[in-house]
């Protein structure tokens, strides 16, 4: 073995001994911190603070949840990634977060295969392109008609740059022979509230926050990313319908930890969630969003994160995509 990589190896095996393996009565009734990475409003807020309450129930403990915004995710994911392993800083991963993000940005400071552990994925959801009821069209085909008719004209906003609702929307227009203007915000809850007051014509966003405006008629739906049509909204087509496959992805927000976490931490958080899940209250809240509930196992979660990332990064060549 060459010098150099002996001394890596031997400071590969003292941080691995200096990492705890095992936390004693983790959570100890100390408070554990779930960073979304997202402004209030989003998506990730929605799902972390359904979860927070029966989390620490399940664990015995107080689950807070702060957002840390901006970066399209990347500054909480950072700090979630940065956290000391003890299960007391853990955060919500999102495929913006570890996929989209860091498939189009190269100065993404974290590396979303290695730099976490990944716990469960709580819940997929939809996504869905919609509009201010003053835009000019209210099904797919008028919509279609219009951006094509107006390249230039319009913009859209996202919860980020680099999050899906940018790459989805940057593919949509790839596909369609279209052009809007992007305007990321710092989370989808700031970016609905523009969109809603007309400031921005329309968005890309995940389901469980666009669903409260859409059915209050203050946003309208004109395409959805789903396997099916969904049952709230029977009268708008997916992507794959309209020809678009490769934007009918869903989104996918779970917890993860900072690399090195003790693998006891994971079992009693994982566990955590199972049973978190398990309660119909629970479900039906996630599920009321529009969301599939999942709750997979961390070595599931891992794969899926993997895969995802990969997904993302096919599309950025494919499509040629680029930060603005
Ligand atoms: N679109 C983001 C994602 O899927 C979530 C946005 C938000 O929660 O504000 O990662």
């Not at 099904?139 to 107006?150: A, C, S």
């Not at 319009?154 to 369609?176: D, N």
């Not at 003790?262 to 958080?269: G, I, L, S, Y």
């Not at 509930?293 to 995802?308: H, L, R, T």
Request: hydrophobic content about 40%.
């Amino acid at each position: 073995m060459k010098r150099r990589s002996w001394i890596a190896a031997a400071t590969g095996v003292l941080a691995a001994l200096a990492a705890p393996a095992f936390a004693q009565g983790y959570p100890n009734n100390k408070v554990i911190k779930l960073t979304v990475p997202f402004a209030p409003g989003g998506t990730t807020d929605i799902i972390a603070r359904v979860m927070s309450e029966p989390l620490g129930k399940a664990l015995g403990t107080t689950v807070i949840v702060e957002n840390k915004a901006g970066g399209g995710g990347a500054v909480g994911a950072l700090d979630t990634a940065r956290a000391t392993p003890d299960g007391y800083t853990l955060g919500i991963a999102t495929v913006s977060t570890t996929a989209a993000n860091p498939a189009i940005n190269p100065k993404i400071p974290y590396n979303p295969v290695t730099d976490f552990t990944p716990i469960s994925n709580i819940a997929a959801t939809p996504n869905v392109i919609a509009v201010n009821p003053a835009f000019p069209a209210k099904d797919y085909k008028t919509f279609l008609e219009v951006l094509k008719k107006n390249p230039g004209k319009y913009s859209y906003s996202s919860s980020g740059t680099g999050g899906i609702g940018h790459l989805q929307m940057e593919l949509f227009k790839a596909m369609s022979g279209t052009f809007v203007t992007h305007i990321p915000y710092r989370g989808a809850g700031p970016a609905l509230n523009d969109t809603v007051a007309g400031q921005v014509p329309m968005i890309f966003d995940n389901m469980p926050s666009a669903l409260p405006f859409i059915k209050e008629g203050r946003l309208v739906p004109i395409v959805v990313a789903a396997p099916q049509r969904l049952k709230e909204l029977p009268n708008v087509p997916t992507f794959k319908e309209v020809g678009l496959e490769p934007v009918n992805r869903l989104a996918y927000y779970g917890i993860v930890g900072p690399k090195g976490l003790p693998k006891d931490v994971v079992d009693k958080v994982h566990a955590a969630v199972v049973k978190a899940l398990q309660d119909p209250a629970v479900r039906k809240r996630i599920e009321e969003t529009g969301s599939i509930v999942i709750g997979n196992s961390p070595d599931q979660f891992a794969a899926q994160i993997k895969a995802e990332f990969d997904v993302y990064k096919g599309v950025v060549d494919k499509a040629k995509l680029k930060l603005d």
